[in-house]
């Protein structure tokens, strides 16, 4: 569940994934080799999605995603992840079929959490919060796939997981994730009425304050200028660099091929 799941509409959604049968996939496209990999399906978006699907469609960010996944882990049973019309429902994984599912509407609902803060923010920052929200719910398929035990909560091995991924992306990257902590940070302030009660994951503050943490920890030369604000408090900062590299260890230790039995 991302920043648009239950919480905006302040009801709390079945979790009930949108796999029915009536959506026909228009097109599928397979990133890997052999029987692997990760495919895609962009479903036919209803009534307002469809804009959020061209760009999605035109930025090629799913495509993105799954091929950088690809190329970093190989899975024995295959990943699909939809791209779908999904109401507000929230981005999310389905362990039943394997699927994640990516949700239109987040194209539209982060760019409007962009423009309430105020101008300048560009279509590269909402595309870096939707390959932020691709690599967190392919986190937790992988989790599932490879059966990896995680330590703590699953959610933030999720983050974790969606920062390795973008940071591999060197300062681009780090542009990216420090839009998507931009984008938490705004939720946490949007929805700060809203009484979501106890959650798996951390707070929206909390998750962007752990990304800049991440942004810091692996390039601190470059992002001095986050630390002492609100954005990354010096105490926590301090420990980012260990932080980083402990978590980014444990992934790559998690991801390494595996020798098989027999
Ligand atoms: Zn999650």
Not at 167 to 186: I, K, S
Request: glycine fraction near 12%; charge should be negative; hydrophobic fraction near 40%.
């Amino acid at each position: 569940m991302g920043r648009f799941g239950a919480g905006l509409a302040g009801i709390v959604l079945a979790a009930v994934a949108g796999v029915s049968g009536c959506q026909k996939p228009d097109d599928a496209v397979r990133t890997g080799a052999g029987g692997s990999g990760i495919a895609i399906r962009y479903e036919t978006p209803t009534g307002t999605d469809r804009d959020d699907a061209a760009f999605l469609r035109g930025r090629k960010v799913v495509e993105e995603a799954a091929s950088a996944v690809s190329a970093l882990v190989e899975v024995d049973r295959p990943i699909s992840v939809g791209v779908v019309s999904c109401d507000g429902e929230g981005s999310s994984y389905d362990p039943e079929f394997t699927r994640v599912e990516v949700c239109y509407d987040e194209v539209s609902e982060t760019r409007e959490l962009f423009r309430r803060a105020g101008p300048g923010r560009a279509d590269d920052d909402v595309a870096a919060v939707m390959l932020e929200t691709l690599y967190h719910e392919m986190a937790h398929a992988l989790v599932d796939v490879l059966g990896l035990r995680v330590r703590g909560r699953e959610e933030d091995a999720a983050d974790q997981f969606a920062a390795l991924m973008l940071l591999r992306g060197g300062a681009l990257g780090e542009q990216r994730l420090l839009a998507a902590a931009d984008a938490w940070h705004l939720s946490e302030v949007t929805n700060e009425d809203a009484d979501d009660g106890p959650d798996e994951h951390s707070s929206d503050g909390r998750r962007a304050v752990n990304h800049r943490c991440y942004v810091y920890g692996a390039a601190s030369g470059r992002h001095r200028g986050l630390v002492g604000t609100d954005a990354l408090p010096a105490e926590r900062a301090k420990g980012c660099a260990r932080e980083w590299s402990a978590i980014r260890a444990w992934w790559m230790t998690a991801l390494a091929p595996r020798p098989r039995a027999g």
